[in-house]
């Protein structure tokens, strides 16, 4: 049911359909035209590719989106639903575990409904979430810091949010230079005004937040879109 719900939450403009003639890899597809298209709104595991084999080599889909402009590498991105599904391809995908949801979703309804597709594999331990270790715990800054360069998710409890020139810090830990930190930009402020989230009440709440993970010294992730950040129960 948490795949099926994105059926009727993520309907966006038709930008055309194909054959899947082969994996690129585990976020890309080829179609029989020569098309390449990326898989927006999720970061694969480690697993995917095969899972993503199982689901497209052959099949007849189409795809829906709100941009179709390709990125730097020439793919494009959408959603991918096969011929006889209205539940795209991402959704399934994060129910069997074999991907993370990547916030890249602006869709507020269609963000939640892939959201829920993930807690629901989240739940069961499904796929990359049958380790214990698929989320970490900001108070380990160590761990997260040794996945630098990689998308993860990371729970914690802010300690203090405090804002220096143009950027806003969400501390974890109370060492600032060491610690967890999440960055977020002033040029962010507009949207999480929008959202009805000040930045300063998320001080001693418990979070959820995704991202690259960066840093030369304590571990970083830049917020770069409100879906980023999940609340977790009160403070």
Do not use: H
């Not at 967890?180 to 000040?198: E, H, K, Q």
């Amino acid at each position: 049911m948490p795949a099926a719900a994105a059926a009727g939450a993520c309907r966006f403009e038709p930008q055309g359909e194909g054959r899947v003639a082969g994996i690129v890899d585990a976020r890309t597809i080829r179609l029989d035209d020569g098309r390449e298209v990326r898989l927006a709104g999720i970061e694969p595991a480690a697993t995917a590719t095969r899972a993503l084999a199982g689901l497209l080599n052959g099949r007849a889909v189409s795809l829906r989106g709100t941009d179709d402009t390709p990125d730097r590498y020439g793919r494009q991105p959408a959603l991918v639903f096969l011929a006889d599904s209205e539940t795209p391809v991402q959704a399934m995908l994060l129910a069997q575990g074999e991907a993370l949801v990547s916030a890249e979703i602006g869709d507020k309804d269609c963000a939640a409904a892939l959201l829920e597709a993930e807690a629901g594999a989240r739940r069961a331990r499904k796929g990359t979430w049958a380790d214990a270790a698929a989320i970490k715990n900001a108070e380990s800054p160590d761990d997260i810091l040794a996945g630098i360069g990689r998308f993860m998710v990371v729970e914690g409890r802010v300690l203090s949010v405090r804002q220096a020139g143009a950027t806003t810090y969400l501390n974890f830990g109370r060492n600032w230079t060491w610690g967890f930190a999440v960055t977020i930009s002033r040029r962010m402020l507009p949207a999480f005004d929008a959202a009805g989230i000040a930045l300063k009440s998320l001080e001693n709440r418990r979070i959820r937040v995704r991202g690259w993970i960066e840093g030369n010294t304590g571990p970083r992730i830049e917020v770069l879109r409100v879906g980023q950040i999940e609340l977790l129960g009160a403070k």
